[in-house]
């Protein structure tokens, strides 16, 4: 087993201080997913937006005794740090990165490696369900395939394995050269060319030579030969290549017709000079392509053509993303019923852990298939999974995984899915997050929908991975020491406010703020412990203020003077002062700020621990004469308030817009609101985010209209010839604006834009479907990223903002991380 000792050598990093073996196991990236201590090594990596090194001293509280960090004097190392081993580096990515290398020079099997724009992480897991019968595979985890993701992925390497299939990806030049050797592949797919990060690229062409750099050492290289760029620079390289094509019948494997035919695609091919055809399980372009890289690999390790139609027909969409959804009796489902391994499941059981507050954890588990581990080996790494993230109550299902009950003490357990389904009370369940997580022969799905709340057809899908894109893309424009508050006030903008704030807990933000008490008691309840400031406390809600640890904001005199009523001699309370530049809504103004200070030094238990205004005009850029004299005026009036209480408060002025147009104003705290949420108020910079939510519903009932006839309430729809109407679950009481009615608004049904026809209903609307493909079921979009908030707000006269916000609280939320 490699020791800690040995990591000098392998880094060229210098050894600081050592002082006990320790075995190097685990490989800690996230201080926040450490779940054993003993044998974990930290790397401390400064990225972009965050910096390892600040969670050391957590971590050793913790436990962890071996480190791997670029700062620090070794004396004082050795003072915070005394049983440590620390090794210190150059970068500490890099060191990660040549530790992978050195492990997968260890082995000698068959590796694959992934690259190309799109179907990456779907060809390697195909590949891998495709394979399985043969080898026992390790793959990169979901698509880990970045500068960090490799090497975590390469770690998992063990002496058992006989294939690995790993996945590259990269942004810019120079990415390739460092992952190359860490993957080192043997065999080659290059999956395609499109646009993707063509930005980090002076051209096309760079970015085919940059990819190819993965291949540098391969035996062969399987690629489709149609893409003329990509097929002229392997050709100039002289890479030993297995083609595929549509055009070229010279390629290896020519694709002569490609046809559909109900759910699969009939494919017609010639292979060794023999004409054969095969049924891909999928219809769509992309899976097309993605299979026939597969069918290229199958063909080329000879395996019979029975057998390839064989396990082509057993291929299942990979699902890409984990689901995080309202379950009954307050509990949380994540559902997680394919793509399951042992690293999956790590990243599920991660997922769940940063739910720490709602409650009991419990997973619901089948038989772990196709791991190539022993049985009993496999089992008892899971159980260790299990106990190191706290899952309180394991329910196991399937027959293998029950005769291992003894490593799992306390867990229930049952033969098969129907067993458990007949078992099943709803009422053993209440305020938990529950995982499902099954192999996809036990027909996990029927477990989730026996948990699901019931749905009426409409549903806001909120993307976590979004909201972290953006929250990193505003953190990006900060000066290191600016602080973040992030707004979320009215439901998270109508995106769901617990999990919201549970992401933003999770991703180290210094403050929330929301616009009622409630609001934040809710939050307190839900286990949010960051500090939130209330910014419209009501009198009669100051002492739940102070029972839940809410900061109020405080904006009048009056209202200050109602405040300090309720103050205790010895206590200490924390104030956020709101001061009015010219917004004209709430503040104090100058000519308050005797009588303030006074309150203030009559009071030495309120501390005031922030000062802050709000612009009135800063999404527009007509209005930056008036947004820098707010903050000139801003400055003026936070240093006559410093001066008087002769100590610094935190001072903002920012909103979302404020940060993109004045980041030179960003004093010592900004206030994000709609920017996370995905719409860039100003509109210069809406590229650079990513949508959010997405607002979905379903057909109810399509019909025919004869001209002459009318459609809903007033008789306002009128068809001007014989239409196609669909009717679809949504009406303004869920939120959808009675302005969009008569051909204002428009929905998306199967790509297509249909124009609302008639009045909008309380629940219900009727679209114009007229030639386009509908039936009762299909999904209509109501917003989303090919139908934007900003463009329908302009349709009817308002504002992102309100579109978000107005989504009614009977909409379902599911929350979803790719
Ligand atoms: C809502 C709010 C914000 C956030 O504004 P956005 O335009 O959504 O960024 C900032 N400050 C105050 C006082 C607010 O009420």
């Not at 307050?330 to 399951?340: P, Q």
Request: proline share 4%; with cysteine; charged share 20%.
């Amino acid at each position: 087993m490699l020791t800690f000792q040995q990591l000098p050598s392998i880094t060229q990093g210098k050894l600081v201080q050592f002082t006990q073996p320790l075995p190097v196991v685990h490989l800690l990236t996230d201080s926040r997913k450490l779940s054993q201590p003993a044998g974990s090594v930290f790397f401390a990596i400064r990225g972009k937006y965050n910096d390892g090194h600040k969670y050391l001293p957590q971590l050793y509280a913790q436990g962890v005794r071996a480190f791997v960090l670029e700062q620090g004097e070794p004396e004082e190392l050795k003072r915070l740090y005394p049983e440590a081993n620390i090794l210190q580096v150059e970068s500490s990515l890099e060191a990660l990165q040549q530790l992978a290398a050195w492990h997968r020079a260890q082995f000698s099997i068959p590796v694959i490696g992934i690259t190309g724009s799109n179907g990456k992480t779907i060809v390697k897991e195909w590949l891998s369900q495709l394979l399985s019968p043969d080898e026992l595979v390790v793959k990169s985890p979901r698509s880990y395939n970045s500068q960090l993701g490799v090497p975590l992925s390469v770690w998992q390497l063990q002496p058992n394995h006989t294939l690995a299939i790993f996945e590259a990806g990269i942004s810019q030049p120079g990415e390739m050269e460092k992952l190359q050797p860490i993957i080192r592949p043997t065999i080659g797919i290059f999956t395609n060319i499109g646009t993707a990060h063509d930005e980090g690229f002076t051209s096309r062409e760079q970015k085919v030579q940059e990819k190819l750099k993965l291949f540098k050492e391969v035996e062969l290289l399987f690629y489709c030969s149609d893409y003329e760029l990509l097929h002229q620079a392997v050709q100039a390289q002289c890479i030993n290549s297995f083609t595929w094509s549509r055009q070229n019948k010279e390629a290896e494997l020519f694709i002569s017709a490609t046809t559909t035919a109900g759910h699969k695609t009939i494919v017609v091919y010639t292979f060794d000079g023999e004409k054969q055809r095969l049924a891909i399980p999928f219809t769509d372009e992309a899976s097309v392509e993605n299979a026939l890289h597969c069918l290229a690999i199958l063909l080329h390790r000879r395996l019979p053509l029975s057998e390839i139609q064989d396990r082509l027909d057993r291929l299942h969409p990979v699902a890409m993303r984990l689901e995080m959804k309202e379950a009954i009796n307050g509990c949380y489902l994540i559902d997680d019923t394919y793509n399951y391994d042992l690293a999956g499941l790590a990243i599920a059981l991660d997922l769940q852990a940063s739910q720490p507050q709602r409650g009991q954890h419990t997973l619901i588990l089948s038989d772990v298939l196709e791991s190539g581990l022993p049985e009993q080996q496999l089992y008892q790494k899971v159980a260790e999974l299990v106990q190191a993230h706290r899952v309180q109550r394991l329910l196991g299902i399937g027959p293998t995984i029950s005769k291992y009950s003894h490593l799992f003490p306390r867990a229930v357990f049952y033969t098969s899915t129907a067993d458990f389904l007949k078992a099943f009370s709803p009422a053993e369940f209440r305020n938990e997050v529950i995982l499902v997580k099954g192999a996809r022969v036990f027909g996990f799905e029927k477990i989730v929908q026996a948990f699901q709340q019931k749905v009426h057809g409409t549903v806001l899908e909120v993307n976590l991975d979004a909201l972290v894109h953006n929250l990193n893309y505003y953190r990006s424009k900060l000066a290191p020491d600016t602080k973040l508050m992030v707004m979320v006030k009215a439901f998270a903008y109508g995106s769901g406010s617990f999990e919201v704030a549970n992401l933003l807990q999770f991703h180290r933000v210094d403050y929330l703020a929301v616009a009622y008490v409630d609001e934040g008691v809710a939050l307190r309840e839900n286990g949010i412990t960051l500090p939130i400031m209330v910014m419209n406390p009501s009198q009669d809600s100051f002492v739940k203020l102070r029972q839940y640890n809410l900061e109020p904001e405080i904006y009048s005199l009056e209202q200050l003077q109602d405040f300090v009523s309720i103050l205790e001699p010895n206590a200490k309370y924390k104030i956020h002062l709101k001061l009015d530049t010219g917004m004209h809504r709430l503040g104090f103004v100058p000519e308050d700020f005797e009588a303030l200070f006074a309150l203030l030094e009559q009071h030495p238990q309120l501390q005031v621990a922030s000062a802050f205004s709000h612009l009135a005009g800063a999404d527009e850029a007509v209005h930056n004469d008036f947004s820098q004299l707010q903050i000139s005026r801003f400055r003026s009036m936070a240093a006559a308030l410093e001066e008087r209480l002769k100590y610094k408060v935190i001072k903002h002025i920012l909103n979302s817009a404020g940060i993109v147009r004045f980041p030179e104003h960003q004093l010592d705290m900004v206030r994000l609101g709609i920017g996370i949420y995905g719409v860039e108020a100003t509109g210069a910079e809406q590229e650079a985010l990513r949508p959010v939510s997405i607002l979905k519903t379903t057909v109810s009932q399509v019909k025919g209209i004869k001209q002459g006839e009318t459609v809903g309430y007033s008789r306002k729809g009128i068809a001007d010839t014989d239409k196609t109407t669909a009717t679809i679950a949504i009406g303004y009481a869920d939120g959808y604006d009675r302005r969009f009615s008569n051909g204002v608004g428009q929905v998306l049904i199967n790509g297509r834009r249909c124009p609302i026809i008639g009045n909008v209903c309380m629940d219900m609307c009727m679209v114009d479907v007229t030639g386009v493909q509908v039936k009762a079921g299909d999904t209509a979009v109501v917003f989303g990223p090919e139908l934007t908030l900003t463009e329908l707000a302009q349709r009817i006269g308002t504002i992102p903002y309100e579109l978000l916000t107005n989504v009614s609280t009977r909409v379902k939320r599911v929350f979803y991380s790719e």
